[in-house]
């Protein structure tokens, strides 16, 4: 059974920082695109980011380009995305997703949330 | 980037009626669009891709249509279950936008 468990949300003030992971499992994590896509409360989806299966490709959304980085780690099957300078705008809840362009599984998301 | 559009924002339907949901691209996509079905406090499912091929899990009364600029998901006969909000997702040019949704709600 494919598994997206995500983790490391939380509170946080603006101009901070913040690591979200997620843990794969029931499937070849190295065979697949991952990404990230966010849903601040009460509204619609963004896709924020998505790397290739070596970590070789990454791209972004302009409005996390230069603050955000995605990264994977193959051999503990594991996704992340490190945040830095958070802003009010960064508050929703971040899904794990896997594959390339659509996405056939989600995890359960974490909430961050960027308030003073 | 590309705007994906959805119409209505708000669709009432009684059970047992046929809903149809519809997305417009701001340019074409050719069939690289995705519909996701989405309940209260759950990730999103993925019901479409390709436009037109259901995926795993979604019966029959989920169908897709439509390329280019214009697609459509219409539900033949709506259950209690299938209440929840649609979002359509193109996926042939970087950034992957959705729409802003479409929320199914019992008439």
């Known amino acids: 059974e494919v598994q997206l468990v995500e983790s490391g949300g939380g509170l946080v003030q603006p101009g901070g920082s913040l690591r979200v992971s997620c843990a794969a499992s029931g499937f070849t994590f190295s065979s697949n695109w991952m990404s990230w896509v966010r849903q601040a409360p009460g509204k619609g989806l963004e896709w924020v980011a998505t790397i290739k299966q070596d970590g070789s490709e990454k791209y972004y959304v302009d409005s996390v380009k230069g603050r955000f980085t995605i990264s994977r780690d193959n051999a503990k099957n594991s996704l992340s995305l490190q945040m830095n300078s958070l802003r009010a705008e960064d508050t929703a809840v971040y899904y794990c997703?896997?594959?390339?362009?659509?996405?056939?599984?989600w995890g359960q998301g974490t909430l961050v949330t960027v308030s003073s | 980037e590309i705007v994906m559009t959805q119409s209505p924002a708000t669709l009432s339907v009684s059970p047992g009626e046929r809903a149809t949901l519809s997305c417009r691209a701001s340019?074409?996509?050719?069939?690289?669009l995705a519909w996701y079905q989405q309940k209260p406090g759950q990730a999103p499912r993925l019901l479409i891709y390709g436009a037109s091929t259901r995926a795993t899990g979604f019966p029959a009364r989920f169908s897709g249509s439509g390329s280019g600029t214009e697609f459509t998901l219409t539900i033949s006969s709506l259950q209690s279950e299938d209440f929840a909000v649609y979002y359509c997702?193109?996926?042939?040019?970087?950034?992957?936008?959705f729409g802003q949704g479409t929320k199914v709600e019992i008439k």
């Open positions: 997702q193109q996926y042939i040019t970087w950034p992957w936008t």
């Open positions: 340019q074409s996509v050719s069939s690289n």
């Open positions: 997703a896997r594959g390339w362009g659509r996405s056939d599984y």
